[in-house]
């Protein structure tokens, strides 16, 4: 098992509950690949350096999990299909 970091920035019309829904939606392929998350921190609506697909806002998330490869790629594969996503990004952090 690895560990993953995933940076998420979803639309910014999603309500604050429909966030972790949306997430959990992602998230469980993982888990039932056997694979835990193990924080999910949502930062809230926050402005965007740039204009993505015509919005200045966006919801942004990030999600500490563990899990195989295979499961996270196609987490990142169905985020990056999904139209509630505007960037997603998988990160796998240095070990200390």
């Given at each position: 098992m690895?560990?993953y970091?995933?940076?998420?920035?979803?639309?910014?019309?999603?309500?604050?509950?429909?966030?972790?829904?949306?997430?959990?939606?992602?998230?469980?392929?993982?888990?039932?690949?056997g694979?835990?998350?193990?924080?999910?921190d949502?930062?809230?609506?926050?402005?965007?350096?740039?204009?993505?697909?015509?919005?200045?806002?966006?919801?942004?998330?990030?999600?500490?999990l563990?899990?195989?490869?295979?499961?996270?790629?196609?987490?990142?594969?169905?985020?990056?299909?999904s139209?509630?996503?505007?960037?997603?990004?998988?990160?796998?952090?240095?070990?200390?």
């Amino acid at each position: 098992m690895r560990h993953y970091e995933v940076m998420v920035i979803l639309e910014p019309n999603l309500e604050e509950s429909q966030v972790s829904p949306t997430l959990d939606k992602f998230l469980k392929g993982v888990k039932d690949a056997g694979g835990a998350v193990d924080k999910i921190d949502v930062w809230g609506r926050r402005r965007l350096a740039y204009e993505i697909n015509k919005s200045n806002e966006g919801v942004y998330a990030v999600v500490d999990l563990q899990s195989e490869p295979g499961p996270v790629a196609e987490m990142d594969r169905q985020m990056r299909l999904s139209e509630s996503v505007l960037r997603a990004k998988v990160l796998r952090p240095e070990l200390r």
